[in-house]
């Protein structure tokens, strides 16, 4: 049995799920903020607890491994890594942006035949997304005039947190794009992390870092008492 994490967004996700790909089931929260360090023990435990399992039961965890928020993905990773060590079972990383893809196909029919058509989305600030590029590799993307331009005309589905922002730039496209709002879920991260499982692709829980994809720059420290100095 896998434990599935997903924190890359402002959704914070578990879902359990069996190696052969059939989920138990799911418990995720999310309302405006990030709460994935208040939240995603307790989701953890409550989880395991209401569908009769525990922690001795699992196989495998699987944390998504980014890119997305730096404090969901740090969260997110740490748990995962503590429970594996603690464990001694495997570490597996499948992408959310994959995870997102998959929404799409179960999103509508006409989806499922055309992959390749399916753009995740996930918000990377302004009009700046993560994205998987024409190659499928995950990248940081403008979106402009100039975007996925390699799709030609035809329907295209734009899927994520990042989608709808996207929707006036992208309205003369040469693509009939459609948008669908939404965020990943670690309900979606299964097929992947199974795949990843029988194929012995595992991580290293030691040296395992989330895949910001972009650095991290620290902003400057509020300073909610007025003690600093107005100089400095």
């Not at 491994?65 to 597996?92: E, N, Q, W, Y």
């Not at 009009?127 to 998987?132: F, G, V």
């Not at 794009?177 to 979606?188: E, I, S, V």
Request: charged share 20%; glycine share 12%; proline share 7%.
């Amino acid at each position: 049995m896998i434990l599935l994490l997903e924190t890359s967004t402002l959704n914070c996700s578990v879902a359990l799920g069996h190696v052969d790909g059939t989920l138990i089931g799911t418990r995720e929260v999310s309302d405006g903020q990030y709460l994935h360090a208040e939240k995603l023990h307790l989701l953890i435990d409550t989880l395991l607890h209401s569908e009769g399992w525990t922690p001795s039961d699992l196989t495998a965890i699987a944390v998504g491994k980014g890119p997305g928020s730096f404090t969901g993905l740090r969260i997110g990773v740490s748990a995962a890594k503590g429970m594996c060590t603690a464990l001694d079972i495997p570490l597996l990383a499948p992408c959310p942006l994959r995870g997102l893809q998959r929404q799409g196909t179960l999103h509508d029919p006409q989806w499922a035949g055309q992959p390749g058509r399916i753009v995740p989305a996930i918000d990377a600030r302004r009009l700046e997304i993560y994205t998987l590029g024409a190659d499928d590799i995950p990248t940081a993307s403008i979106v402009d005039g100039g975007f996925r331009n390699d799709l030609g005309q035809g329907p295209a589905l734009l899927v994520g947190d990042g989608a709808e922002k996207c929707r006036e730039v992208l309205a003369g496209h040469p693509a009939d794009w459609h948008f669908l709002q939404t965020l990943p879920t670690a309900a979606d991260l299964l097929p992947e992390a199974t795949k990843l499982l029988t194929s012995g692709h595992t991580e290293s829980v030691a040296d395992f870092e989330p895949f910001y994809l972009k650095d991290f720059v620290p902003g400057r420290p509020k300073d909610p008492l007025g003690l600093r100095s107005k100089t400095t």
